[in-house]
């Protein structure tokens, strides 16, 4: 094999030489500057990203807490408003029920005075009953007319006794 035969071995060393200088140039001056930049747009971009992120996210924490805030602004709001409808309505109901309860008063002073009358009127019709009654009576047993003051007399202190 020529390439372990002492006597190739300067030739070889040359070319050798020659060749690793030549790409070594050929990678300094036009590869490895075409590939650091290529590495220096991308450290670029993801840095540009990454800034555009933070800065997302930093909007989007302040959305939530403009968010977060309405809500519970909305809650306070809407909570307010039952509150103030709750009370509007008791104090309709109150106001409903003094209403129905001073008319269903009224109704029932009404309905005393007319039990009254109407007591106060079968008193009466009572009290003729029993002194025509009394009267009939009387007129059988005797046989002749009992004097009506007595009459009158002995029909009121029976109903007294009653309690009528």
């Known amino acids: 094999m020529p390439q372990f035969d002492p006597a190739f071995f300067a030739p070889q060393l040359f070319w050798l030489a020659v060749t690793f200088i030549t790409l070594y140039v050929l990678m300094a001056k036009v590869a490895l500057p075409k590939i650091g930049a290529v590495l220096d747009e991308r450290q670029r971009k993801i840095d540009d990203n990454l800034d555009k992120a ?17 809500l519970s602004e909305s809650r306070a709001h809407a909570h307010s408003v039952i509150k103030e409808a709750s009370e509007r309505l008791s104090k309709q109901a109150e106001e409903r029920t003094r209403d129905l309860s001073a008319k269903l008063a009224q109704q029932i002073k009404a309905g005393e005075a007319r039990i009254a009358a109407a007591k106060d009127a079968a008193l009466t019709n009572v009290r003729e009953v029993a002194l025509d009654v009394a009267g ?4 059988r047993l005797v046989g002749g007319n009992a004097d009506q003051a007595k009459l009158e007399a002995a029909v009121a202190s029976a109903l007294k006794e009653q309690g009528q």
């Open 136 to 139: 009939a009576t009387v007129s």
């Open 54 to 70: 933070a800065q997302l996210k930093a909007e989007a924490e302040a959305a939530v807490a403009a968010y977060e805030k309405a």
